[in-house]
Every structure is written in structure tokens, then in C-alpha cells.
């Protein structure tokens, strides 16, 4: 089974700078038959459901500020959140797809808050 | 705008069965793959069921495969989550979530119903 490694377990950035979270999956996500990573990246705030932020490792999902940031590729990835604000502080899942069985599985979440 | 609801959380005993029911509104879902995803109380995410957007192939994470059955009725609209000899370690918010069916990820999110095993 793929296992994801999410790095920091939680992190606390001022308001108005940079916060990167990692993830590192066990197998590659690369798929050769279309050369996309089947990475995402999930926001979730308190008492709420998580929110698609990121799919193919960098594709931002309609309606997302363009603060929000994911790149890597094979194994390592990272969610790059510019400018912080107020309104980002959540927890943050990476999730990996594996098509042959179909298999989902999601990183432990970094919990981010304001310094 | 999209809307997943689920509904038929609740407190059952160990050993007993809950149906998990997820509709649909305002997208066409007969288009839409659907997962589902829980949350036990202060942890992480974890993936579930999937169903393909016609019902033609179910997957399972072990955790749950024999024990949970995933189906859908899209003349209905709705996606159902059959949860059978629950344990404890099941007590968790679940929630449902389409799929459109190319970028490998959940796409939206319905707001999420609450299962809790105890005796």
C-alpha cells in the first residue's frame, strides 16, 4: 500500500508570510500514459468538510486564490501558501490516487496556524 | 451550485448495521463517481468506497472491505453506504464525495453525518 508523509505535523507562520507543508508518498504518482502526478490537496477548517485545493500535483481547482501554490513530482510534493491570511488557518491533507486497483489514500494533515 | 447530503448517522452497538445515505442536487449525478471518507474524532481523513458513475465497479479500502457495501440509485439521485458488524474504532463523522472522473481527486464534499458505535 502507498503511504504519505506529510512534514510538518503543524506549523505556525505570520500573517503576510510563506508557509510550505511536504508531502512524500512511498511509490512514485507519476503515470507514464499521461505524465501526470495524481497528487491533491485538500484545506479543511474547523467544523467543516474538507476542500479540494490542488489536483495533478499543480492544477489549482476553480475558485482557488492564486496564493495557493502545489508543485513536486514522483514522490515528493509540496503546498506552497503565499501572503498567509486569517481565513487560511486549517489543516491540510495531501492524497495520492493509484489506479490499478483504484486505491485512495490521504497524508496525516499538518495543522496550520497564525504565529 | 453542487450539493452532497448525507444523512442516517447515529448511535448504534457494536455489531450492529447503519445505512448511510448521500443525495444529490443541483449537478447531473448520474455523470459523477462517489466516495466515501471519514473522520473519527480528531484525527485524519480516510478513504472508504468508491462507486464508478454508472454502479458498475465498487472499490474498498481494507479496513472496511466484507463489512461495508457501497451502492447507488441515480434515479434517485442518491448514494447509500451499507455498514455492517460495526465496531467502535467506526465512530466517526463520514462523509460522501464526487468524483468527475479525471483528476483522481474528491471534488466536493457533502457537510458529513455522525456514526458513533458505543454500547
Known amino acids: 500500500d502507498i503511504v504519505m508523509t506529510q512534514s510538518p505535523d503543524s506549523l505556525a507562520v505570520s500573517l503576510g508570510e510563506r508557509a510550505t507543508i511536504n508531502c512524500k508518498s512511498s511509490q512514485s504518482l507519476l503515470y507514464r500514459s499521461d505524465n501526470k502526478n495524481y497528487l491533491a490537496w485538500y484545506q479543511q477548517k474547523p467544523g467543516q468538510p474538507p476542500k479540494l485545493l490542488i489536483y495533478w500535483a499543480s492544477t489549482r481547482q476553480s475558485g482557488v486564490p492564486d496564493r495557493f501554490t502545489g508543485s513536486g513530482s514522483g514522490t515528493d510534493f509540496t503546498l506552497t501558501i503565499s501572503r498567509l491570511q486569517a481565513e487560511d488557518v486549517a489543516v491540510y491533507y495531501c492524497q495520492q490516487y493509484h489506479n490499478s486497483p483504484p486505491m485512495y489514500t490521504l497524508g496525516q494533515g499538518t495543522k496550520l496556524e497564525i504565529k | 451550485q453542487v450539493q452532497l447530503v448525507e444523512s442516517g448517522g447515529g448511535v448504534v452497538q457494536p455489531g450492529g448495521s447503519l445505512r448511510l445515505s448521500c443525495a444529490a442536487s443541483?449537478?447531473?449525478?448520474?455523470?459523477?463517481?462517489i466516495h466515501w471518507v471519514r473522520q473519527a474524532p480528531g484525527k485524519g481523513l480516510e478513504w472508504l468506497a468508491f462507486?464508478?458513475?454508472?454502479?458498475?465497479?465498487?472499490f474498498y479500502a481494507d479496513s472496511v472491505k466484507g463489512r461495508f457495501t457501497i451502492s447507488r440509485d441515480n434515479s434517485r439521485n442518491t448514494a447509500f453506504l451499507q455498514m455492517n458488524s460495526l465496531r467502535t474504532e467506526d465512530t466517526a463523522i463520514y462523509y460522501c464525495a464526487g468524483y468527475g472522473g479525471h483528476t483522481g481527486a474528491f471534488d466536493f464534499w457533502g457537510q458529513g453525518t455522525m456514526v458513533t458505535v458505543s454500547s
Open positions: 462507486i464508478r458513475f454508472d454502479g458498475s465497479k465498487e
Open positions: 443541483d449537478f447531473t449525478f448520474s455523470h459523477y463517481g
